[in-house]
């Protein structure tokens, strides 16, 4: 059950309430304007966005851990399994 400003709720586990004014934040809201539109995405930009972001993170894993094994100095953090 959830609280409707306008539907309290007596007998609840908790005590406190929220007040707002619904006035000033209809007025507020309807004041929004939408936010203009820069360039028009699709879902196969976002998954080739996707792919490509995966794909360099696995390049950085792959370079530490080369750069890691290869340095003697640093050779004794990386766990051997």
Do not use: W
């Amino acid at each position: 059950v959830a609280d409707d400003p306008d539907c309290k709720i007596e007998l609840k586990t908790f005590h406190s309430e929220i007040v707002n004014d619904h006035k000033a934040l209809k007025k507020e809201q309807d004041q929004y304007v939408d936010i203009p539109i820069i360039r028009k995405v699709d879902n196969a930009m976002v998954q080739r966005n996707y792919l490509q972001i995966k794909k360099d993170i696995k390049d950085i894993i792959y370079a530490e851990k080369e750069r890691l094994l290869n340095d003697i100095e640093l050779s004794h953090l990386v766990i051997k399994k």
